[in-house]
Nanobody, 126 residues
């Protein structure tokens, strides 16, 4: 059974950086689209980025492109989300999710994804 475990969240000052990790158990990374999503208090869960394995083409929410970078490591079965120049508006719970795919491209739309992790809290505040 596929299991996703997020880590790396925490408290960071505006302008700081964090790297989130999504460890994938029970699946081969390059057969799945792994997406990152986030949910701020009182708001809908929104897509951040996704990638298929370490060789797939990454997709980003246009508003976040340039500050966030997603990458996959097939050997470790981990997908990372590097977040730079963080803003208070980036505060929320960050989730990773998975869906099996045969395509190298992915879509960062929550209804595509079948399995979800428990989330990791990111707080951007001075």
């Amino acid at each position: 059974q596929l299991q996703l475990v997020e880590s790396g969240g925490g408290l960071v000052e505006p302008g700081g950086s964090l790297t989130l990790s999504c460890a994938v158990f029970g699946a081969t990374l390059d057969q799945y689209s792994i997406g990152w999503f986030r949910q701020a208090p009182g708001k809908e869960r929104e897509g951040v980025s996704c990638v298929v394995g370490e060789r797939g083409r990454a997709t980003y929410d246009e508003a976040l492109k340039g500050r966030f970078t997603i990458s996959g490591d097939n050997a470790k079965n981990v997908v990372y989300l590097q977040m730079n120049n963080l803003e208070p508006e980036d505060t929320g719970v960050y989730y990773c999710a998975a869906v099996r795919t045969v395509h190298p491209a992915c879509a960062v739309m929550k209804f595509f994804y079948d399995d979800w992790g428990q989330g990791t809290q990111v707080t951007v505040s001075s």
